[in-house]
């Protein structure tokens, strides 16, 4: 019988993390200082990162080391399977083979352990001993407050209101963690209470929650904020998925023609192809796909501009496709991918034609997802629905061409504590969400007078 899954022993787990910075044939445009215009210096992010993880976000260095310490945690779910999906392609019945990187099975449930656990450490072994951060669909914060429980850290976690309210078991996930979860806009910063005032209802954003989270961290002394998705040493902890990814394919001597991840900030989908994005460079030929919604099209309709990763305007400017720092995402249960900025990193491989991007409505995603778990078993969680619709279409694409391809893409997480989500759409409760034409100009309105990239 040929394998369902590939596997690496504990052993052939990656000891370096891969850092893309060091083969972009076109460097990255720096983050700016809002005031001076200026590239950011390692001293301006001080006051909210450790000095280590700050000389991680500049690097240029092609492999950095990773730490015994935080091995010992990943071993714990890692190295995780390479799976080949057969049901699913049967049920597709088109000329693939589709693989998927299984992250859904690490203690959080999902691909954000993966920089959580190095990021407490590096915290801790900095000195510091509480971290602040903002979670969307509670992946990311469900996944920091384990690694803060692991590395004796305290957590404070501020989560977007419409996930607070859609997703309690997630929250119950970080406070069985020992995590603090507050909802987001809340009354307990200046961030918070501005928003509220304005729209008392607000739903809340990921840009709300990362001004709280800020605010938070640099109001008590020896804290930091800790970011899950869109920084460079976020990507560069998640690259260990395709590293893992490129030595199971080698065990079975095959190799993707495609690589696909769901598209929210860009941890997910850089994690899964960032090293296929070097082979690109290099000459291989492989297309790399980002999925995202339609009602949070960041990639596939935003301008590639300087813009805030925030709503108060605490960060640097970061180049990158934008929505605008005050767009408030339509309240879609993909809570992970509802950012209004992506990676500089991702933004810079799509503005260089080294990546695609294609949007997807909600109802698509989840009729893929449903297919899926009709198939494989595994419910997958709403965030993994858009690059499952994507596998999709690419195996429909593959059909028409009578091409045979082989498909991988990167399940983020699994989906048992968003079953209220598949209620919704098996009820008929769920819409379609497309962002209208003018949020696009009122996107561009919000940036107008911060520098051209």
Same mark, same amino acid.
């Given at each position: @019988? ?10 052939? /787990? ?23 215009? $200026? ?24 492999? /950095?080391?990773?730490?015994? !310490? ?67 669909? &509670? ?34 996930? @970080? ?16 961030? &918070? ?71 929210? &900030? ?47 305007? $605490? ?29 500089? /990193? ?11 991007? $294609? ?19 595994? /419910? ?35 989906? @048992? ?21 003018? !949020? ?11 520098? $051209?990239?």
């Amino acid at each position: @019988m040929e394998p369902i899954k590939v596997l690496l022993e504990d052993q052939e /787990i990656p000891r370096q993390w891969y850092n893309i910075q060091a083969d972009l044939p076109t460097p990255m445009r720096p983050p700016l200082h809002p005031a001076t215009g $200026k590239p950011v210096s390692p001293e301006d992010l001080a006051p909210i990162f450790p000095m280590n993880l700050i000389e991680q976000e500049a690097t240029t260095q092609r492999w /950095i080391d990773i730490p015994e !310490e935080v091995l010992e945690k990943y071993l714990l779910w890692r190295p995780s399977p390479l799976c080949r999906a057969r049901n699913f392609e049967k049920l597709l019945d088109a000329p693939v083979k589709i693989f998927y990187k299984n992250e859904g099975v690490s203690p959080a449930g999902s691909h954000k352990p993966n920089t959580a656990v190095p990021q407490a450490y590096y915290n801790k072994a900095f000195g510091i001993n509480r971290l602040s951060t903002e979670t969307g669909a &509670g992946q990311w914060g469900s996944a920091l407050s384990m690694a803060c429980q692991m590395f004796g850290l305290e957590c404070r976690v501020f989560m977007v209101r419409v996930s607070y309210e859609q997703k309690p078991y997630r929250r119950m996930m @970080m406070n069985v963690w020992g995590a603090e979860c507050i909802p987001s806009p809340s009354d307990i910063t200046e961030a &918070g209470r501005n928003v509220l005032a304005a729209h008392p209802d607000s739903p809340g954003s990921l840009g709300i929650a990362i001004s709280e989270a800020i605010e938070d961290a640099v109001s008590h002394p020896g804290s930091r904020y800790s970011l899950g998705s869109v920084l460079n040493h976020v990507l560069l902890h998640q690259t260990i998925v395709g590293l893992e990814s490129q030595k199971q394919f080698a065990k079975i001597g095959l190799y993707p023609d495609v690589v696909m991840g769901c598209a929210g &900030g860009g941890s997910n989908f850089a994690g899964i192809s960032l090293p296929y994005v070097r082979d690109r460079i290099h000459g291989k030929d492989v297309r790399i796909v980002g999925a995202e919604p339609t009602a949070c099209p960041t990639l596939t309709r935003g301008p590639f501009a300087y813009d805030f990763g925030d709503l108060a305007k $605490k960060t640097p400017l970061l180049p990158m496709y934008t929505l605008g720092h005050d767009y408030v995402p339509a309240p879609i249960h993909a809570g992970g991918l509802r950012y209004h900025g992506m990676a500089p /990193i991702v933004s810079h491989l799509l503005k260089e034609n080294l990546i695609e991007a $294609k949007a997807y409505h909600q109802l698509d995603t989840f009729q893929a997802g449903v297919m899926w778990a009709r198939s494989e078993g595994f /419910i997958p969680a709403p965030e993994t629905n858009h690059v499952i619709a994507a596998v999709v279409d690419e195996a429909r694409r593959a059909k028409e061409e009578g091409k045979e391809k082989v498909i991988l893409f990167n399940w983020s997480g699994h989906g @048992m504590v968003d079953l209220a989500s598949y209620e919704a759409y098996l009820t008929g409760k769920l819409i379609p969400h497309e962002l209208p034409d003018e !949020e696009i100009d009122r996107a561009l309105r919000a940036i107008e007078g911060f520098p $051209k990239p």
